[in-house]
């Protein structure tokens, strides 16, 4: 059972930024699809950014691949999301997700292994 850790969140001022970090508990991580997802109060989760196991990627919003920027080092088994110009509308809880697929995966069913979430807060 691989094992996902997130870090990096907080809470900070719009215009600012952040980035987030998750490993992955694998030696084999550089053969899986890694996704960063985020669940706001009172929505649904949803897609932010996904990336293959050849580094292309995959943003959900215009507003997202501007502003983001999903990223992985399979030395550190580690996937980033890099963001900046965060917005109030950016507060959530992110949660990154993997599995082992030649493809990048968009939807929250393809995911078999969940980290636990790191919370972001942006304040107006």
């Known amino acids: 059972q691989a094992l996902l850790v997130e870090s990096g969140g907080g809470l900070v001022q719009a215009g600012g930024s952040l980035r987030l970090s998750c490993v992955l508990s694998e030696r084999t991580f550089g053969l899986f699809a890694m996704g960063w997802f985020r669940q706001a109060p009172g929505k649904e989760r949803e897609l932010v950014a996904a990336i293959g196991w050849n580094g292309g990627t995959r943003y959900s919003t215009d507003s997202m691949k501007s502003r983001f920027t999903i990223s992985r080092d399979n030395a550190k088994s580690t996937v980033y999301l890099e963001m900046s110009s965060l917005k109030p509308e950016d507060t959530a809880i992110y949660y990154c997700?993997?599995?082992?697929?030649?493809?990048?995966?968009?939807?929250?069913?393809?995911?078999?292994?969940w980290g636990q979430g790191t919370q972001v807060a942006v304040s107006s």
């Open positions: 997700a993997g599995r082992r697929s030649c493809d990048i995966l968009n939807a929250e069913g393809e995911y078999d292994y």
